[in-house]
């Protein structure tokens, strides 16, 4: 099971300093992206994820991570299916 990350109102102004030092390293970091990172460095854990976003946070922030490539939705597939049959006709 995956553990339950509290948040506190620290954990809430953890969230708005992350914020701020991606800012002033000139990377906008939406509120939601700085929570699920704060959450990640409240329980000294490693991100799983396949949103680039995060490789753009500050190294400072020791965030720790671990990009995924994102996987193509169902149409995407289908459409190179098609363009590989049309190719081979």
Same mark, same amino acid.
């Given at each position: 099971?995956? %553990?339950l990350?509290?948040? %506190? ?9 992350? $914020? ?6 000139g990377?906008?970091? +939406? &509120?939601?992206? !700085?929570?699920? !990172?704060?959450s &990640?460095?409240?329980? !000294?854990?490693?991100?799983?994820? +396949?949103? +680039?976003?995060? +490789? ?16 193509? $939705? ?11 049959? $049309?190719?081979?006709?």
């Amino acid at each position: 099971t995956l %553990p339950l990350v509290e948040t %506190p109102l620290s954990h809430w102004i953890n969230v708005g300093h992350l $914020r701020n030092k991606c800012q002033k390293k000139g990377v906008n970091t +939406s &509120t939601p992206d !700085a929570h699920i !990172a704060q959450s &990640t460095l409240d329980i !000294a854990g490693i991100l799983y994820t +396949s949103d +680039s976003v995060f +490789s753009k946070i500050p190294e400072s922030i020791k965030l720790k991570y671990k990009i995924f490539p994102k996987k193509p $939705r169902h149409d995407e597939e289908l459409t190179e299916i098609t363009e590989l049959e $049309r190719k081979e006709d």
